[in-house]
């Protein structure tokens, strides 16, 4: 299947101009303010301007994660599981969206994105919202212990504290 350009008639994504982090819920500019254009190698034309982050963007990225961490932490595994499975599901309903998002972004064949890049986190990887949702076993909570994943090549390791990324 053929796929329009984002932005034109018919194209299932389109980009906005300039992007920002999220941080704290929301979309923010960087704390420098400075961009960098994104060109996809598709067309080498540009796809949009998004943060050129710095330590000061990470610092403040990992204040929303702290300040939202004890509440996290408070949340039931029930509850913490339902909120991961409804990432993976909305992963799963907008596969073909992420799938030419980044195809624009790397140059991959839609193919290749659609059915090997983007399904495999939500599905197979340990560390994913449904590996650990209440679909599998929870994994071991040591700092220092490797658990096997569905691949025999890759592993996943677990930690006590999250350093602004979501984890069971």
């Given amino acids: ?25 929301e979309f923010v500019a960087p704390v420098d303010g400075n961009y960098f254009t994104n060109t996809s190698p598709v067309n080498g034309k540009p796809i949009a301007e998004f943060p050129r982050s710095t330590a000061k963007d990470i610092d ?13 932490g408070k949340t039931s595994a029930q509850d913490r599981s339902l909120v991961l499975l409804k990432i993976a599901d909305r992963i799963e309903q907008n596969l ?10 790397n140059g991959k064949a839609v193919r290749e994105t659609l059915n090997a890049d983007i399904p495999w986190p939500p599905t197979t990887s340990a560390t994913s919202p449904v590996a650990c949702g209440p679909r599998k076993a929870a994994p071991p909570r040591s700092t220092a212990t490797p658990w096997p994943t569905t691949s025999m090549n890759r592993w ?13």
Avoid: Q
């Fill in 96 to 105: 073909e969206l992420l799938a030419i998002t980044e195809t624009w972004d």
């Fill in 1 to 25: 299947m053929r796929y329009a350009h984002p932005g034109t008639e018919g194209a299932i994504v389109s980009f906005k101009a300039k992007y920002g982090n999220y941080i704290g819920g």
């Fill in 156 to 168: 996943a390791w677990s930690g006590r504290s999250s350093r602004g990324t979501s984890r069971c």
């Fill in 60 to 72: 403040k990225a990992l204040d929303a994660a702290h300040a939202a961490a004890d509440a996290w």
